[in-house]
Every structure is written in structure tokens, then in C-alpha cells.
């Protein structure tokens, strides 16, 4: 059981960063699509998930409708968020 354990942590620990690169690329992605959807297509959050390609399933959205932003998030390894900006769509918040 032990050395399952140990083998586990090291592939986990190998393939961490590319991992971790499609959960940011999969969260971004939602917060684009989600915040288009919402803001310029103007329809409901949940409806913008029909709008996701297969394979999106761990990516969730919520919203802050004060910013008018949209944020995806795959938990809990990645966090993005898009703005939309009249006249620019929907925008990448900057990071701090």
C-alpha cells in the first residue's frame, strides 16, 4: 500500500506541470466563453456551459455581475477571470 502511495505522489508530482498548464489553459478558456456568452450574447450562465467542447466538465463558472466578469475555475489548481469592456468584449482580468 505503501509503495502505491509513493508511486502515486510521483506521478502526481511528474506530470504536475502539464497538469496544471491545461487546468489554466481549460479555466481560461471557460472564463472567455462563459463571459461572452453572458455579456455579449446575453444569456444565462448556466445556458454558456452548452457552449463548452467535450472535455470541460471539471471547469465551473460564477459570476459578479457589479464587474459584468465571469470567472472559470478548476479546482483547485486554476483560476481565471474575463471582464467584460464595451467596445473590447470580454478581456482577461490582470493578474496582481
Not at 26 to 54: I, M, Q, T
Not at 73 to 95: D, L, N, Q, W
Amino acid at each position: 500500500m505503501l509503495v502505491a502511495a509513493l508511486l502515486a505522489l510521483a506521478a502526481l508530482a511528474w506530470f504536475w506541470g502539464p497538469l496544471s498548464r491545461q487546468a489554466e489553459a481549460g479555466a481560461a478558456y471557460g472564463a472567455r466563453v462563459g463571459c461572452s456568452c453572458r455579456y455579449v450574447g446575453g444569456r444565462s450562465l448556466e445556458d454558456c456551459r452548452k457552449d463548452f467542447l467535450p472535455g470541460m466538465g471539471l471547469v465551473s463558472l460564477s459570476e459578479d455581475e457589479a464587474e459584468k466578469s465571469v470567472t472559470g475555475r478548476v479546482f483547485p489548481v486554476a483560476s481565471e477571470t474575463a471582464i467584460y469592456r464595451e467596445g473590447a468584449g470580454c478581456v482577461f482580468k490582470p493578474r496582481n
